[in-house]
């Protein structure tokens, strides 16, 4: 079940791709958002749903997954590649303070390789 975005972070090092996660099914949450830790200690906000950055746009009558955009928010440290990241941040002069709008939820399966991983994997 999809409780958080841990169990998304956990798709990044191989189990399931973040838009698998990111369905809900039966007793899973609509909306899932959260910080994703990395084993590095990279931190960052991923949101899909309802006012938020995210794709397909979600309407008030529920879910219209699977998503394949999401929101990206206030990462401990500029996202690499900066030049990648950079097109989808709202204040490109504040890498940390800033949401990063509809960005590829392959991007941000990257993101977590990069940062070797999530700590609820590796916890798991």
């Known amino acids: 079940m999809l409780r958080s975005l ?3 972070a956990i798709a990044a090092v191989g189990t399931k791709s ?7 099914g039966e007793g899973e949450v609509e909306r899932p958002s959260g910080q994703i830790e990395c084993l590095d200690g990279f931190t960052v906000s991923v949101q899909a749903g309802i006012g ?3 794709l397909p746009r ?7 997954g699977p998503y394949t955009h999401v929101e990206v928010g206030f990462p401990n440290e500029q996202p690499e590649p900066w030049k990648v990241w950079s097109t989808y ?6 890498a940390t303070g ?8 392959e991007l941000v ?5 990069f940062h070797g991983g999530s700590l609820a994997d590796a916890q798991s």
């Open 89 to 94: 941040a709202q204040n490109v002069y504040d």
């Open 58 to 64: 979600s309407s008030r009558s529920g879910y219209d």
């Open 6 to 8: 841990h169990v998304i």
């Open 109 to 113: 399966d990257d993101l977590i390789m």
């Open 52 to 54: 938020m950055y995210s």
């Open 98 to 105: 800033t949401v990063y709008s509809f960005v590829p939820i």
């Open 18 to 24: 973040v838009s698998e996660l990111i369905m809900p």
